[in-house]
């Protein structure tokens, strides 16, 4: 059976922490868009790595990256490879993404 996490809307960080959805060089994950395949400019998925201490990451830290940024022709499900070990949706999801990780 597949992990799967729903990243809701708003940016709500979530801990990749659990197999597969480890976060780390290597592992991969398949985003199921859902209703933001109709969003067609902005940032739908960051990326943060852990912090050295281990906790997690600020909102505003400077460490959030794009994962996946909305295009027009954007497929429903995406591979997002090396997943890193913090995630959020960006500010253009207007809908929540399930993340569903692959061994």
Known sequence: MPNVKTLPTGGT???????????G???EGLA????NTAVTTGVLLQGHEA????????????GWFTLLSASAN??????IA???D????GTAATAPITL????
């Open 82 to 84: 090396d997943l890193p």
């Open 13 to 23: 960080i979530v801990k990749l922490n659990t197999t597969p959805l480890l976060g």
């Open 32 to 35: 199921n868009l859902g209703a």
């Open 51 to 62: 912090p050295a201490d281990g906790s997690t990451p600020a909102a505003g830290s400077s």
């Open 25 to 27: 060089w290597g592992r």
């Open 74 to 79: 954007l497929a429903p499900v995406v591979e």
């Open 100 to 103: 569903e990780g692959v061994q």
């Open 86 to 89: 913090f995630i959020r949706t």
